[in-house]
């Protein structure tokens, strides 16, 4: 097992790595859209999308690998009506990859954030 740390990811804020790999699998914690440089939040949906997206990707660069290597997404959002712009800046960031996903609307998240995303990837 290997922790993966990188600062183009927001420091962990909480008792948690960024990322862990294990053989040949690596688990991203959750991401919220905290830019990694000020750990202030981004705002609007769509912006806090991208953002939480970018930051996994930052974890899986740091592991040695792409995006194509991610093989599932788990979306926690607080109000579902967003779901269709969410999709919109997700499917634009995957463009033809389209790793397995969980979407779900929960009631809070850290910081009061409007998404969060977790990933896990595989070589």
Do not use: W
């Amino acid at each position: 097992m290997k922790y993966i740390e990188t600062n183009k990811a927001p420091k962990a804020i909480g008792a948690y790595a960024q990322g862990v790999m294990t053989n040949d699998t690596l688990y991203v914690s959750g991401q919220l859209p905290l830019e990694p440089e000020t750990m202030k939040t981004v705002e609007g949906i769509e912006a806090q999308t991208k953002r939480s997206l970018d930051n996994i990707l930052a974890i899986v660069e740091a592991a040695g690998l792409k995006k194509e290597n991610i093989v599932r997404c788990g979306i926690f959002l607080d109000d579902m009506n967003e779901f269709k712009e969410m999709n919109e800046i997700y499917g634009a960031f995957f463009q033809n990859h389209t790793p397995a996903r969980a979407a779900v609307e929960v009631r809070r998240l850290p910081k009061d954030v409007k998404i969060e995303i977790d990933a896990i990837a595989v070589k």
